[in-house]
């Protein structure tokens, strides 16, 4: 059995200490092992906040990996968390995805190896859902939807059918895409945005329809 280190320590590392256990692999392929600190500095009580029964292991630039370790990176900001993947798969480091097993996986979906893919999320026929992609609670993508490398997919999103997402996109909650979209790599897309034409490459998105600022 491997152990799972969750690289991260503020509030969504301990959601996805919760969703660990949820899903199909825990106390079969893995166990969690401890939390393992990022690059970024946070108040002591982020620390006080985490469970009493799981150690913090260090940080991703001291900790020693060990041959049955394995990865998830609870971090939500696409750039940071590829910097911080990119440093630990330079070290050696193996990562896993994380699936709760509340949320609805099409058998023809592709998902990507790092992947977190939270609660009450439905993943539909054909999706491809790249490495290290983060979807948060109760949102859904259509048909053939192919969302890029360390993108995030926050809560209550509707991503439509053939609709593209790139790498390193943002989009924040209960956003609309509609079909056939395309969002270029390193977007934003604001809270309740409706996006009904193409979004170019790091462009922040506000509004219905969505417009860039």
């Keep these: 059995m491997k152990n799972l280190i969750i690289i991260g320590v503020g509030g969504f590392a301990r959601e996805v200490y919760w969703h660990a256990q949820q899903s199909n692999e825990f106390n079969i392929e893995w166990q969690i092992k401890g939390f393992l600190d990022g690059d970024i500095k946070l108040a002591a009580e982020e620390y006080q906040k985490l469970p009493e029964n799981i150690p913090v292991l260090g940080d991703v630039d001291n900790y020693a990996i060990n041959a049955d370790d394995v990865f998830i ?7 940071v968390r590829r910097k ?17 097993n509340r949320s609805s996986i099409f058998p023809t979906a592709k998902i990507g190896r790092g992947v977190i893919i939270c609660l009450d999320n439905g993943v539909g026929n054909n999706v491809e859902v790249g490495d290290f992609v983060v979807i948060n609670n109760s949102s859904y993508l259509g048909h053939d939807v192919k969302v890029g490398k360390y ?10 059918g053939f609709a593209q997402i790139g790498e390193e996109v943002f989009v924040a909650s209960h956003v609309a895409i509609i079909p056939k979209v395309k969002i270029e790599n390193g977007a934003y897309i604001g809270t309740g945005s409706v996006v009904l034409r193409k979004v170019k490459a790091n462009a922040k998105v506000f509004g219905n329809p969505a417009m860039e600022f």
Excluded: W, Y
């Excluded at 911080?84 to 709760?100: C, D, P, Q, W």
């Excluded at 993108?151 to 439509?160: E, L």
């Design 73 to 79: 990176c609870a971090i939500g900001t696409p750039q």
């Design 151 to 160: 993108s995030c997919i926050m809560s209550h999103v509707d991503v439509g």
């Design 84 to 100: 911080i993947i990119e440093k630990m798969l330079a070290r050696g480091a193996e990562f896993v995805s994380i699936v709760n």
